[in-house]
Structure formats: C-alpha cells, structure tokens
C-alpha cells in the first residue's frame, strides 16, 4: 500500500464534498464542503488543500449511470476532474467509479437520526468519505490503486507484448 495523504471529492451541482486519509491510507475523515461556482473558485480550493496537505493524489467520485455508462453528471464530474489536473499541475488525478455514494450517504445519515435539513450541507463531504474509503479499502485488498489516473497513457495489448516476447 502506497503511503500518502489523498483527497477525495464529490462533485455535485451545487457542492462539492472533500475528505481526506491519514498518511497511512487507513481511514477517510470529512474535510468540508466548497460550494460550486461558474469561476472555478471550488476548484482552486480543492487544489489548494491537496498543496497543503501534501496529498499524493485526489480521487473523484465519478458517478457512473447503474450500467456503466457515462451520462450528464459524470461529463461534469470529468471536466472538473481534468480542470483540477489543469490547475493543479504535478497533482495526480485519479477517477473512480462511485455509484450510489451519496444514496448511502443520505441512508447513513438518515438513520444515525440526522433531519433533512440538517444533511443537506455534510451530504456531499459524507459521499467524499465514502468514495474515499472505498478507493482505500480496494487499494489495500488489490495492492494497486482504484479507478484511472486522468492523463494517463493507455497500456499496450497484451499480444504485442507477447509477440515481441523473446522465448
């Protein structure tokens, strides 16, 4: 397992939710909530807090339609992401896949006996925690990172690999 701060975030419309690990990638704790806005200024912030923190990557919750497919919130959620890389050069950027988080953050926060009106404002940062700690969690059982890095280079097929093999 990597050793390394990550942030990760739920890009809402109207939100986005932050949380961060401990160095040793063991548990995801809130961070706070940045409201959107049309100049970037949500952005800059998440990028700011990487900076200070030292974070290794940033992982963001693409929210992916029930049969996988790419649909309107995670084309926003993608832009966001690339706008991150782009402000924030050097910074890894990595999506991964987060169906149903902010579902099962409203469910916990629900039954924990949290009013509606009360979640609306840590609904994001609990999505961000979720995504998080299943990036985590899947990164210590698998031993390799979970979702894509943005940016980065497809691999090569396997067959060429295995054609160019010598024996």
Do not use: Y
């Not at 690990?21 to 961070?31: E, I, K, Q, R």
């Not at 029930?66 to 992401?81: I, K, L, S, V």
């Not at 926060?109 to 009106?117: I, K, Q």
């Not at 698998?142 to 295995?162: D, F, I, M, N, Y």
């Amino acid at each position: 397992m990597r050793h390394g701060v990550r942030i990760g975030v739920d890009v809402g419309s109207v939100r986005v939710g932050v949380a961060a690990c401990d160095p040793a990638g063991v548990l995801a704790t809130p961070v706070g909530t940045f409201r959107r806005s049309g100049d970037a200024a949500d952005i800059r912030a998440v990028a700011e807090l990487a900076a200070e923190r030292a974070a290794i990557e940033v992982v963001v919750g693409l929210p992916l339609s029930m049969d996988g497919t790419e649909q309107a919130a995670a084309e926003a959620a993608r832009a966001w992401a690339n706008e991150l890389r782009r402000l924030g050069p050097g910074l890894a950027v990595r999506l991964v896949d987060e169906r149903l988080t902010t579902v099962d953050a409203h469910r916990a926060m629900r039954e924990s006996g949290l009013r509606a009106r009360d979640r609306r404002e840590i609904v994001d940062q609990q999505a961000a925690v979720l995504i998080l700690q299943a990036a985590l969690d899947s990164e210590r059982v698998s031993g390799r990172p979970a979702g894509v890095v943005l940016g980065a280079r497809k691999p090569r097929h396997t067959k060429e690999r295995q054609r160019k093999a010598p024996e």
